[in-house]
């Protein structure tokens, strides 16, 4: 069936640094993916998305590439903040019949120092 | 105002009661998902629905029941609750099957 796998947490960065977490997944077909972030007591909130492969997804200075040779979305941001401390979580979608249903990972907890 | 909500927000219950978690959506969204967050485990889906009457077994539904009389509500119910199934509940909708999920703020569930 379909996994996602994110790099373990949590990470722990000065303001301005740079950021990755990486996500690789196995899926069949082509999926979608995702990374979703949830703020402290909040639900989770769509932050980008990539529906093919070589597809950028990209918003409030976070991208990632969606790489169909590694099975990986991995996501950056050049320069982050301490408003971006926030949980990550990366996400499939098998498409076709699946409704839209989500393959969650298991979450990176950012934390972002002064 | 427009949007998904859930009630109660916390639940402290009992092993072997029955709780019901309510969701309501106002976007008329035709997809309804329900997914606990554990520690460890990221979220993993419950039960979905597809439209009114229309629900299906996700990946863990074992011990839960859910019903979709109207489009604009998704209750989950545990029949008999278990410690196991202390978690935090998420409810989301979706407005087509493309995995752009809203998402509740949660309910936090307590099983003594």
């Known amino acids: 069936g379909d996994s996602v796998t994110q790099m373990e947490g949590p990470v722990t960065l000065s303001e301005e640094a740079f950021l990755t977490i990486n996500c690789t997944y196995t899926?069949?077909?082509?999926?979608?993916l995702f990374w979703y972030v949830q703020y402290p007591g909040e639900g989770l909130q769509l932050l980008l998305k990539?529906?093919?492969?070589?597809d950028k997804g990209s918003n409030k200075g976070f991208e990632a590439t969606y790489r169909k040779e590694t099975t990986s979305f991995h996501l950056e941001k050049g320069s982050v903040q301490v408003s971006d401390s926030a949980v990550y979580f990366c996400?499939?979608?098998?498409?076709?019949?699946?409704?839209?249903?989500?393959?969650f990972g298991q979450g990176t907890i950012l934390t972002v120092h002064p | 105002d427009a949007g998904i909500t859930q009630s109660p927000r916390y639940k402290i219950t009992e092993t072997g009661r029955q709780v019901t978690l309510m969701c309501h959506q106002t976007?008329?969204?035709?997809?309804m998902f329900w997914y606990r967050q554990d520690l460890g485990h990221g979220l993993r889906l419950i039960y979905y629905s597809a439209a009114a009457d229309i629900t299906d077994k996700g990946e863990v539904p074992d011990g839960y029941v859910v019903s979709r009389s109207k489009t604009e509500n998704f209750p989950l119910t545990l029949e008999s609750a278990t410690r196991s199934q202390t978690s935090v509940y998420f409810c989301?909708?979706?407005?087509?099957?493309?995995?752009?999920?809203?998402f509740g703020e949660g309910s936090r569930l307590t099983v003594l």
């Open positions: 976007w008329s969204h035709s997809y």
């Open positions: 899926a069949t077909g082509y999926p979608s």
């Open positions: 996400a499939l979608s098998s498409g076709g019949t699946s409704y839209g249903k989500l393959t």
């Open positions: 989301a909708s979706s407005e087509a099957p493309t995995g752009e999920l809203f």
């Open positions: 990539a529906t093919k492969a070589d």
